[in-house]
């Protein structure tokens, strides 16, 4: 799970070949929620699916 958020890393390259992408997605996301002083966490179960959760402080104005 540590290496999810890595730029340009996939788990099982070799299962997965059939996937394509470039593996900036969830880097890009990460680095914009931390841009933002917020936090991205996930949970998964392999072969399941995972769900990702965004949270970010915001206030209230007029």
């Not at 997965?16 to 997605?25: F, H, P, R, V, W």
């Amino acid at each position: 799970m540590d290496k999810l958020f890595t730029r340009f890393y996939r788990l099982e390259e070799d299962r997965d070949s059939n996937i394509e992408g470039a593996g900036l997605g969830l880097s890009i996301t990460k680095s914009l929620v931390d841009l933002m002083n917020g936090k991205i966490t996930v949970e998964s179960t392999y072969g399941v699916g995972s769900t990702f959760i965004v949270s970010l402080s915001q206030r209230i104005v007029k």
